[in-house]
């Protein structure tokens, strides 16, 4: 009974140790900080990269270089179970097929200060069946792989009309339509009256209306007319030779805004004068994707958003060459499968834009794949650390602080050699 009633007695004790301790611990080092009546956690973000750092990269040896017999994909360990490098330090490398090579890169820093690095491979040949990894630092492999670009480009379609007699509609003129680029150079659009025309809209005044796509780097236009005199206008730089047969450049250009050519002039310097009018969802593509480099199992959208990036009614997507390309053929959202080769224009989409008064507007993407990458990450944010000082027989003497990325290129079940030119960092 006595030892039951002693058991209570340090128990209750033990209770009033254990509540009376402050709540503050710690389970593990950290670079947190821990304090009060709960835990809690602020995350330390990396120091600004400093560091006085050089670096150099060389081959390991594989086991099919140094013993007969051995895996081509493995490293070589001497008898005291030492990697050991072969030859050189090398900025380029190739890897045959069926092979896999192993690389280390040493960082050097003679800074007091720790460096973060990122290391890159330049140029480094896109194959499927490629992938690049690194053992130290552990990480993950990954498969080599474009990253989605998109090529922005504008097409802009111009409306345009008249309904009496004048020089712009003589028998035999021409009306041409001539923009300028931001570098100064002209492109000159013949526009086609058979194809290129809206008849008789009562939306636009009962009158046929005509239209023309400019250029696609185009910053502004004009209109002329060779009033069916050949050498009035001249059709490769736009210019024109008899005044007034021109109207004044136009730099606000406007899908909804259409152009009413008078035939009359302001003054005698090419200044032909012209009255504005409403095109009800006037068709103009302001951001059109001409070109999508993509890799296998990647996406992107290539869509126009109403409103945003083009007026109209709407937009439809077409897969109209390649087979290994899947669109979305009312959201643009395009898929690249898993047996996506490489190379330039691998596949096209093409958009077709269907305006509030019928018109359409039909433009291409081309879809890629680059055979080789500008930049391959290899290892990122791996810490180099600052050099040290010691004092030996009286004398300060310094070691500089190392860092090893051990890198392999697998292409084991590759087709074909893959190559990069360059080995880089950025801090």
């Not at 206008?233 to 899908?255: D, K, L, P, S």
């Not at 869509?303 to 990036?309: A, D, F, M, R, V």
């Not at 077709?352 to 990450?377: F, H, K, R, Y």
Request: charge should be neutral; include cysteine.
């Amino acid at each position: 009974m006595k030892s039951k009633r002693f058991f209570v007695m340090l128990l209750a004790v033990i209770l009033l140790v254990v509540c009376a301790i402050p709540s503050v611990y710690s389970w593990y080092d950290h670079n947190g900080l821990l304090s009060g009546d709960k835990m809690g956690y602020t995350r330390s973000k990396l120091p600004v990269s400093a560091g006085d750092i050089s670096f150099q990269t060389k081959k390991y040896y594989m086991d099919d270089e140094k013993r007969q017999g051995g895996s081509p994909n493995n490293v070589y360990y001497d008898l005291k179970g030492n990697k050991e490098y072969n030859g050189n330090a090398i900025t380029s490398g190739s890897v045959s097929a069926g092979h896999s090579q192993f690389y280390g890169t040493t960082f050097t820093n003679t800074g007091s200060s720790p460096a973060y690095v990122n290391l890159y491979l330049q140029n480094l040949t896109n194959s499927n069946n490629v992938y690049i990894g690194t053992t130290s630092p552990s990480l993950t492999h990954k498969g080599l792989s474009s990253s989605v670009h998109l090529a922005n480009k504008n097409k802009v379609r111009v409306y345009f009309q008249w309904d009496k007699a004048n020089i712009w509609k003589d028998p035999g003129s021409r009306t041409y339509v001539i923009s300028e680029t931001a570098v100064g150079t002209k492109t000159v659009t013949q526009f086609n009256t058979t194809t290129n025309k809206l008849e008789n809209k009562p939306e636009l005044s009962n009158v046929t209306t005509y239209y023309a796509d400019l250029a696609d780097n185009a910053v502004s236009f004009y209109f002329a007319t060779d009033a069916g005199v050949t050498g009035n206008v001249n059709t490769t730089t736009g210019e024109v030779t008899q005044a007034w047969y021109r109207t004044r450049t136009i730099t606000n250009i406007q899908a909804e805004r259409g152009y009413y050519l008078t035939g009359t002039a302001d003054d005698t310097t090419w200044n032909a004068k012209y009255n504005t009018f409403s095109v009800p969802g006037g068709l103009s593509i302001k951001t059109n994707f001409d070109k999508a480099d993509i890799n296998k199992n990647q996406h992107a959208y290539i869509t126009l958003n109403n409103g945003t990036n083009y007026t109209g009614a709407s937009a439809t997507y077409t897969l109209t060459s390649g087979n290994n390309i899947t669109v979305n053929n009312n959201t643009g959202y395009i898929t690249a499968s898993n047996s996506f080769g490489t190379g330039t224009n691998i596949a096209q989409i093409t958009t077709t834009v269907t305006g509030a008064l019928g018109d359409t507007m039909q433009v291409v993407t081309n879809i890629s794949n680059p055979t080789s990458l500008a930049s391959a990450p290899v290892a990122l944010n791996v810490k180099v650390p600052g050099a040290t000082t010691e004092e030996v027989d009286g004398q300060q003497v310094q070691t500089p602080g190392k860092a090893e990325i051990v890198w392999y290129i697998d292409n084991s079940n590759g087709t074909g050699a893959v190559s990069f030119n360059n080995v880089y960092y950025t801090k």
